[in-house]
C-alpha cells in the first residue's frame, strides 16, 4: 500500500496530488518544497595541525580532534562581553562588608 501525504490550509488536509493538480490548474507553483543537492566542501589545510582534510567528514573529524567549532555555526551569536563583572555569594558580600566596616573603625578612632 502506497503512503499519501497531504498538504495542510487552514484546518483542512488536502491530498497532496489533488494540490499539485490543482496548483497546475490555477497556473501556480505548488508549495511541495524543491531540494538541491550542495556540493561537498573543498580540501582545506588547519591551521591548527597543518594536515590536509577533505570533505564535511574531514570536517567534522578536525572539529573533534581539537574540540573547536566552525566559525560558520557563530553566526548570529551575540558577541561575548569584554568584562563580565564578577558574582559573589551572600556569604563573600558580607564578608566583605564587615572587613570594610573593620578597617573604617581602625582608622576613624
Known sequence: MAR???????LELIDKEDYEALA?????QSST?????????PDFISP???????GRAGLREHCTTHNVVPVADLAGLPPAPAYQLPTYTKREV???KE???????RYWR
Do not use: F
Not at 24 to 28: L, T
Not at 48 to 54: A, H, L
Not at 99 to 105: E, M, P, Q, S
Open 99 to 105: 572587613n570594610l566596616a573593620r578597617i573604617v573603625d
Open 94 to 96: 558580607e564578608a566583605r
Open 33 to 41: 518544497p524543491r531540494y538541491s543537492i550542495m556540493p561537498d566542501l
Open 48 to 54: 591548527i595541525d597543518g594536515k590536509s582534510y577533505s
Open 24 to 28: 497546475r490548474a490555477r497556473g501556480q
Open 4 to 10: 499519501k501525504s497531504y498538504v495542510q490550509i487552514g
